[in-house]
């Protein structure tokens, strides 16, 4: 739509001293005519005669060769500032400070499905436990089911003790957390990806076409329950990259499933199965 | 009100200078290059570059003619304000901390630091003029017209001003004292126990009457200078670093924040860095102007009372054009005078 073009504009000059513009424009699909009647008049402003020599004096220094007009390096406009005079200033200030607050805090943009905090679900156990404690209180005490990792609500359960201390307390700071700068050298989160590796495997070698669906009930139904299977795609396609994580429910059946996957043949394709790693980053 | 951000300098300001027509700004920073804008659009109209070494004070004579800065390289330019041309230079004993031209703009003053064993002394140096043209008629003398060295018992000056006439020279101390000298010959006259940590600036009023102090102790006050006698104290949260008297209206801004060298450790919100607007009269707190990362080294008002700007540490002018509000602005008890004057007039008139 916005490929069509629009005639020139037009100019007319008047005999009464005033012009005629017709130009046209283009606002949502339809054509219009735009006609304006100008009239042009000169103001003129009174200065001090030397300010209005001082106007045209070449520049000099750093700005010998700049162009005329300010110059965006070293003049810039401000943000709008709004200077409300009073002796009552304060009081005002403070009240809009206070309004502003509490639009900010009624206003629950995310809730969580677990806790109703305002984090996103993602598996909560209060998710790394910030803002309304009552609610993480709540949430715990009515469904005693959500608490699945010991390591994860240990930590939640201390989480909830600062905030009602009123203090921040960093994740890496919280009771259950290890240190970063261990000898380990691996931190907190990555432990926890470790436990999840000695029961996740990787296979390779994936027909293109097979998705976590086809993959839970054509080929991996034998295994029980499978709390995770995650097909590695190409960021920008969405292909299957024939790469999976599947985690399974312990460890021995992981280890069934992958002398069973290993060499079968599904979707056209052999498999190649084993357990998934730790990617170790190079430095 | 839009403030318009001058940046053209490296490093935190020292003093920021408005003309008599108030058209032209003239600002100085702890970098050696001082520069003169526009101030209507905040364009730059140039650099005045010559100085090995922080500037820390500027001042632009009243027919616009000629600016003199006085730097930490032990020097004082004169510099041609239409060409940028530095046209003369003083070579001092110390560094120089303040430099102000008279009214009359022929002689100006130079506050020199009291280091290596000098004592410190406000110096007054002569810029002979053309009558008709205003130009320099001959070279002007290295010598100083007149030396005030420290009075005795007092500590080192940190600003100087020049009052209506060239009649008087009001000097602020490191101790908070402020001493008055005779502005043809230099003798002292009096001395006021004004503040209780060191002034740290000192403006005139537009006629030159009365002149407002700021200090490090948190306190502005605007002092009498043929009688000395304070007639207003506006306190504040802050330690102040600067502080002007508004023509137009009845008002002083001042500016300060916490210590340059505490800035990192607090945030802006906390450092108090907003220009503040009090009162004249009535000493009441009536507006902040925010928007510096630092705090506000020098304020100054155009001669109009038009407009005012502020550099801060944070290395940047900000200029600011009063809107309709500012000039609008009225005490109720001003507003009922007013009222109560129409009035009188409409029936003395029927």
């Known amino acids: 739509m916005s490929a069509v073009s629009v005639p020139a504009p037009v100019v007319v000059e008047n005999p009464d001293g005033t012009k005629t513009i017709v130009s046209y424009k283009i606002d949502n699909g339809k054509k219009y005519r735009v006609t304006q009647k100008v009239r042009e008049i000169k103001v003129t402003e009174k200065v001090n005669k030397s300010v209005a020599a001082r106007k045209n004096w070449h520049k000099f220094g750093a700005e010998q060769n700049s162009a005329p007009g300010p110059d965006y390096s070293t003049t810039q406009l401000g943000e709008e500032i709004v200077l409300r005079l009073g002796t009552q200033w304060r009081k005002i200030e403070e009240e809009e400070e206070q309004k502003a607050k509490e639009s900010k805090g009624g206003e629950k943009l995310i809730t969580c499905r677990i806790c109703g905090g305002n984090h996103y679900t993602m598996h909560c156990p209060f998710k790394d436990t910030m803002g309304d404690a009552s609610a993480a209180n709540g949430g715990a005490g009515g469904d005693p089911a959500i608490s699945g990792d010991p390591a994860v609500d240990g930590g939640a359960g201390a989480g909830e003790g600062e905030i009602i201390a009123g203090k921040y307390v960093p994740p890496s700071r919280r009771a259950g957390a290890r240190d970063p700068s261990s000898s380990n050298n691996l931190d907190a989160y990555r432990d926890q990806r470790e436990r999840d590796d000695a029961k996740t495997l990787k296979i390779m070698q994936l027909n293109e076409n097979a998705d976590e669906n086809t993959l839970r009930y054509e080929l991996l139904f034998p295994f029980g329950r499978i709390p995770k299977v995650v097909v590695v795609r190409n960021r920008e396609t969405g292909r299957s990259r024939g790469i999976a994580y599947v985690t399974f429910e312990t460890e021995e059946i992981a280890e069934t499933a992958m002398n069973f996957l290993n060499g079968r043949g599904f979707m056209n394709l052999i498999l190649n199965a084993d357990w998934s790693k730790p990617k170790v980053k190079e430095e | ?350």
């Not at chain 2, 922080?54 to 510099?79: C, E, H, N, P």
């Not at chain 2, 740290?200 to 407002?212: E, H, L, N, R």
């Not at chain 2, 200078?225 to 506006?234: A, F, G, Q, S």
């Open chain 2, 1 to 350: 009100m839009r403030p318009i951000l001058l940046k053209g300098h490296e490093r935190s300001l020292t003093q920021v200078k408005f003309n008599r027509e108030g058209d032209l700004i003239f600002s100085c920073a702890k970098d050696s290059v001082a520069s003169v804008w526009y101030a209507i659009n905040g364009e730059r109209l140039g650099t005045f570059e010559g100085h090995q070494g922080t500037i820390w004070s500027i001042d632009v004579d009243r027919f616009t003619q000629y600016a003199v800065t006085g730097s930490a390289d032990f020097s004082i330019k004169l510099w041609d304000v239409q060409t940028g041309q530095n046209v003369y230079t003083w070579k001092t004993k110390t560094p120089v901390r303040r430099v102000e031209f008279s009214p009359s703009g022929d002689k100006f003053l130079a506050v020199l630091d009291g280091v290596m064993g000098y004592p410190g002394s406000v110096t007054v140096y002569e810029v002979p003029r053309d009558n008709q043209t205003q130009q320099l008629s001959q070279e002007p003398s290295e010598e100083p017209l007149y030396n005030i060295l420290t009075h005795e018992g007092f500590e080192i000056a940190a600003v100087a001003a020049w009052s209506f006439l060239d009649r008087y020279i009001a000097v602020g101390h490191k101790d908070g004292r402020v001493s008055k000298y005779d502005g043809d010959t230099g003798e002292f006259i009096d001395a006021l126990e004004l503040h209780t940590q060191s002034v740290s600036d000192v403006q005139f009023s537009p006629d030159g009457t009365y002149f407002i102090t700021s200090s490090r102790d948190s306190d502005a006050k605007l002092v009498d200078i043929e009688t000395l006698e304070v007639l207003k104290t506006y306190e504040t949260d802050c330690p102040l670093n600067s502080a002007c008297i508004t023509p137009l209206k009845q008002f002083v801004i001042l500016g300060g924040g916490q210590d340059a060298k505490d800035v990192t450790t607090t945030s802006s919100r906390e450092g108090k860095f907003e220009a503040r607007l009090y009162h004249k009269i009535f000493q009441d707190e009536i507006g902040r102007v925010k928007g510096h990362f630092g705090p506000l080294n020098c304020v100054a008002v155009s001669p109009q009372g038009t407009s005012y700007a502020s550099g801060g540490e944070d290395g940047f002018v900000r200029l600011h054009h009063f809107d309709k509000s500012y000039f609008d602005f009225k005490y109720d008890v001003e507003k009922s005078v007013e009222a109560q004057k129409h009035m009188q007039g409409l029936e003395s008139s029927a």
